[in-house]
């Protein structure tokens, strides 16, 4: 059996403890439970949220509730709602997370997003 290998399991994130950042401006909660070579997290962001660095980390990010933009350094926003979803490899991009008037997300990253260079 590979150290990875996760067996089935249900998740109470009403029992995972929410831990604070503070963005350029707001703030993000976050629960996050790690397994090796995985993390998924519920993210809130509150209102006025503006993350206060450039990521390049590969992500699955769903919308859950509540409107977001997503920036990416090149000047492109994506504007994302409740049920949509994006995904980026680690090193793809250089985005940040905007909200207006808060948000919640499911955020899942690991290995698996880790850049093929060939």
Known sequence: M????????TI??????KTEYKGESGKAFWQTIQ??????????????YRADHWCQKGHI???LD????????DDKEFVMTKGSTYVVSDGLSSHRSISKDGVKLMIIDGDFLQQIIE
Do not use: M
């Open 61 to 63: 990010v769903h919308c």
């Open 66 to 73: 509540g409107e977001f933009v997503s920036e990416l350094q």
């Open 2 to 9: 590979s150290n990875k290998n996760i067996p089935f399991q």
């Open 12 to 17: 109470d994130w009403t029992a995972i403890p």
């Open 35 to 48: 397994f090796p070579g995985l993390r998924i997290r519920i993210v809130e962001y509150s209102k006025g």
